[in-house]
């Protein structure tokens, strides 16, 4: 039985990479966008160099791209796998490396199936009882789930816990496309709606769409993505900094510095910094840091490993190289690479 009070995750068996203890992944929804050219995929994370005939994979990428029935003129990136809507999989020459996408009809009357990961893309209005009945006897299915209700948030977490009370284990990613003139819209809808299921413990994948009813914008849907999983605790891929809202007792420019120490930083993967105006309340606001710098004084600031103080009151000037150089010696630094295009 769930609780609301603990996190855990809804227990999903293992399919492919998706599921269990992995980290949720990322589905980058590719089926109407005009996928041409290698350099198409930047904007999903992943980069081609022409000269070393090369993919790079940046740490927010997309694992699977959804591309509908039209197939990737091109072979996929390292590390990716084309999901592909059932008839285009059954002619695809590759039908190992491509997972097919199937709806409830096509799903029940499938003649051909992958050995490994068949999806199911479907509302939670299709999943009836004798749908789910059928998918609890496939070890290969994942789900890729969508509402139309309203409420997005509580239809998804009633219709998922239905599904799970009634013992299907398959993965499910959480579809949802939010395209508005605002992408203040997109932001808040994506964050509340996927951010709340991920909180509940709900969700073992996103395929998020944002941009305007025109046009998908696909590197914000990604971005987006990435950042309700870093918000979530589910999946960290970026530094994360917790910086107080500055009051009347803050003692530096706090936008300023906060942007300086991002600058030299943001590229420490899954480490947490606290930046805090002042030294009265700051280690409290600032509990589950890894690292904190805090105004302890004008022109001075205090800094601190966890909990615990490691330089007290050092002047301003050369804070943010003392910071570092905290992180190098517990080895959790890193050498900045050069941004890629
Ligand atoms: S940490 Fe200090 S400066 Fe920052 S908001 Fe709280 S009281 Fe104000």
């Known amino acids: 039985m769930r609780t609301p ?133 496939d070890t290969t299915v994942v789900l890729l789930l969508s509402s139309t209700a309203p409420s997005y948030y509580t239809s998804m977490r009633a219709a998922i816990d239905r599904v799970t009370d009634a013992g299907l284990t398959a993965p499910i990613i959480l579809e949802r496309d939010i395209r508005s003139a605002s992408i203040d819209v997109c932001v808040l809808h994506a964050s509340t709606d996927l951010g709340g299921l991920l909180v509940d413990g709900l969700g073992d994948g996103t395929m998020l769409q944002v941009g305007t009813p025109e046009h998908v914008d696909l590197q ?41 120490i991002r600058s030299h930083t943001d590229h420490l993967k899954g480490v947490k910094i606290g930046i805090m105006g002042c030294i009265v309340n700051g280690p409290g606001e600032m509990a589950d840091a890894d690292y904190g710098y805090v105004g302890s004084g004008p022109d001075r600031i205090t800094l601190y490993r966890g909990q615990e103080i490691v330089q007290r009151n050092i002047p301003s000037d050369g804070a943010v190289e003392a910071l570092i150089d905290i992180i190098k010696s517990d080895e959790r630094w890193v050498v900045p690479t050069a941004p890629s295009s």
């Open 5 to 137: 009070y603990t996190y855990t995750r809804r227990a999903a068996r293992t399919v492919a990479t998706i599921g269990h203890d992995h980290v949720p992944r990322v589905v980058a929804n590719l089926s109407d966008a005009a996928i041409t050219r290698m350099e198409d995929l930047t904007a999903i994370g992943h980069v081609y160099d022409p000269v070393t005939d090369k993919w790079a994979m940046r740490d927010q990428a997309a694992e699977f791209l959804y591309m509908g029935s039209t197939p990737l003129p091109f072979m996929a990136p390292t590390g990716t796998r084309q999901l592909l809507d059932a008839d285009a999989w059954a002619a695809h020459s590759d039908t190992f490396y491509c997972v097919p996408v199937f709806t409830v009809d096509t799903y029940t009357h499938a003649t051909a199936r992958h050995s490994v990961m068949n999806v199911v893309r479907c509302t939670i209005d299709e999943l009836t009882s004798d749908v789910v009945a059928q998918l609890i006897l």
């Open 220 to 260: 914000q849907s990604i971005r987006l993505s990435f950042t309700i999983l870093q918000a979530t605790r589910t999946r960290m891929t970026k530094t994360e900094y917790i910086s107080c809202p500055s009051c009347g007792r803050t003692l530096f420019d706090l936008q300023e510095t906060t942007a300086r």
